[in-house]
């Protein structure tokens, strides 16, 4: 039987609604649903700090990761959405939330840590600004990957159909990643450059994005009723390598697609490929920004 969620866990935006034509639209897939479900939950979960799985070894299919020595476990998509954050602040137009670590969260993960959410409503944009801070006691670097699984209800709009929804990332190279969803080391250009129908990419399949210009990190749904979504990330900092900026993910057959903004890489924690190591007492900042336009 699926657990079922509840609403103060995991920090994340449940609903994003716009008026229009006289009516409130929800745009997330299961947006302000918590009915349990076996499939693929939807919303908007913080990914931290795990993006993907991770696992104990090449060989294995258990979830985990070792730290000096020691193996811990490490659930897909890490910890975060399924803790009980505490709300920092309220006003009408934002939120702010805030998830410090606890002897629970260390059997997961052996750091000291405060993480910051806030979300702010302004005009037709939603912004959500993380900061993490790692405690001055950790004896090392932290190290994490992080994203945002936003997904939106496909069409965007009513009467429409998945097939009149493009997508468009200005990404330049795709992380090859194999059955298990870990990367393979191999990179190749990205063969699908522009806007492309939503029907063009497989379902439930990962198109791990990177190669993106400084400053150029978007994705973009455009549905041919009139109405564009943009998703926006700003890291104030990149790991070596290549990593995931962008993981283009849906099943518009199923209602739903995810373009994930991502700062890491599967099985980070696991290779150490893809990693942000945040030093004892240093921030880590990081900025999505989703804009809501119409056109018609």
């Known amino acids: 039987m699926a657990r079922r969620r509840r609403p103060n866990e995991g920090a994340e935006l449940t609903s994003l609604q716009i008026r229009r034509h006289g009516r409130w639209l929800e745009l997330l897939y299961r947006g302000g649903d918590f009915t349990p479900t076996t499939d693929f939950e939807g919303r908007a979960p913080i990914l931290w700090p795990a993006t993907g799985r991770n696992f104990i070894s090449a060989m294995s299919e258990e979830f985990g990761w070792t730290w000096q020595g020691r193996t811990y476990p490490m659930p897909i998509h890490g910890f975060a959405r399924a803790q009980a954050w505490r709300v920092a602040r309220r006003t009408p137009a934002s939120v702010g939330l805030v998830l410090k670590d606890t002897a629970e969260i260390r059997r997961y993960y052996p750091f000291g840590f405060i993480f910051s959410a806030d979300y702010v409503a302004q005009g037709e944009s ?125 099943d518009p057959g199923a209602g739903f697609f995810s373009p994930e903004p991502w700062v890491g890489k599967q099985n980070s924690l696991a290779s150490g490929d893809g990693l942000i190591r945040l030093e004892p007492g240093s921030a880590y900042i990081w900025t999505i920004a989703v804009e809501v336009t119409e056109t018609a």
């Open 126 to 250: 939603l912004t959500l600004r993380q900061r993490i801070v790692a405690d001055r006691t950790n004896t090392a670097p932290m190290p994490f990957s992080i994203g945002n699984h936003i997904a939106f209800r496909v069409p965007l709009l009513p009467g429409g159909s998945a097939s009149s929804v493009l997508v468009e990332t200005p990404a330049t190279r795709q992380i090859i990643t194999d059955s298990q969803g870990r990367p393979t080391g191999e990179v190749r250009p990205f063969g699908k450059p522009g806007a492309v129908p939503l029907g063009t990419l497989a379902p439930r399949t990962a198109y791990s994005m990177g190669g993106y210009r400084s400053g150029d990190i978007w994705a973009r749904l455009r549905d041919a009723g009139g109405l564009t979504i943009t998703v926006r990330h700003t890291p104030d900092r990149l790991p070596d390598g290549e990593p995931v900026l962008f993981n283009l993910w849906g």
